[in-house]
């Protein structure tokens, strides 16, 4: 299907994920509620815009709005709302084969997920690969936002710690000016190195580097101590 709006909650061809069902886990007992650990979380991270700025920017972009998917702000400053996001694809993911359970759409495909502000970019992509059953590590894809700027198209690879719906509050809800897609990318191979391994390396290839560059330094010395040998011969006074 071109659009995939799926619910967590009921069996419908036509449904979107929920921030309630998608991402959030009842915390254990003895523990903060999960709305009192969203709003710590939404404090900590969420520093960009002031309380009442935000509820300026819902009501701006719900004005804005000609989908029906509106935003909605909380008592405890934490809002949601939709954001659309496109497969992009360059083979089809490996997924399980369960019956009865949908398989990802194929390139191009649009997916609108309900998200609340705390949700980062890293959980965006573990809910649609878990929606759709991927089995392959989350560490193979990547989030991207797509933005225009004057008849331009530019595409930046979000952090797992960036918060997509934020972007899409400031942005507003033309797709046109800022949309979403998850594309794969393979894993380098100095990507599965730690960072000290690959300093390790760094280290090993200078001083490979600077031995190299000595013998080099020695081959050409003694190349000129030959050659100046050689002319002292040709001009010696007889």
């Known amino acids: 299907m071109s659009s995939g709006y799926s619910s967590l909650e009921e069996d419908a061809e036509d449904f979107f994920f929920t921030a309630r069902t998608s991402f959030f886990r009842r915390a254990p007992q003895g523990k903060p509620r999960a709305g009192q650990q969203d709003v710590e979380k939404e404090k900590a991270t969420h520093n960009y815009l002031s309380e009442e700025e935000i509820k300026e920017k819902v009501q701006e972009y719900n004005l804005a709005v000609t989908d029906k998917l509106k935003m909605t702000l909380n008592s405890n400053g934490i809002y949601t709302g939709f954001i659309k996001v496109q497969m992009e694809l360059c083979k089809p993911p490996q997924a399980s084969q369960s019956p009865g359970k949908l398989a990802p759409g194929g390139n191009g ?3 609108t997920l309900h998200i609340s502000s705390t949700n ?3 959980e965006v992509i573990e809910a ?4 759709f059953l991927v089995t392959d590590s989350p560490a193979k894809f990547a989030l991207y936002k797509r933005c225009h700027r004057e008849d331009q198209v530019y595409a930046c690879k979000l952090s797992d710690r960036e918060h ?3 972007l899409r509050l400031v942005a507003g809800p033309k797709t046109d000016t800022l949309s979403f897609v998850l594309r794969e990318h393979e894993i380098g191979e100095w990507e599965a190195f730690s960072l000290p391994e690959l300093q390790n390396f760094l280290r090993i290839l200078d001083k490979e580097e600077d031995e190299q560059l000595q013998n080099l330094k020695k081959r050409y010395t003694a190349y000129r101590q030959r050659l100046e040998e050689a002319l ?5 006074p007889d």
């Open 164 to 166: 997509p719906l934020y």
């Open 109 to 111: 495909c649009v997916n």
């Open 120 to 122: 980062t970019a890293g």
């Open 232 to 236: 002292r011969e040709v001009w010696k």
């Open 128 to 131: 649609l690969l878990k929606k």
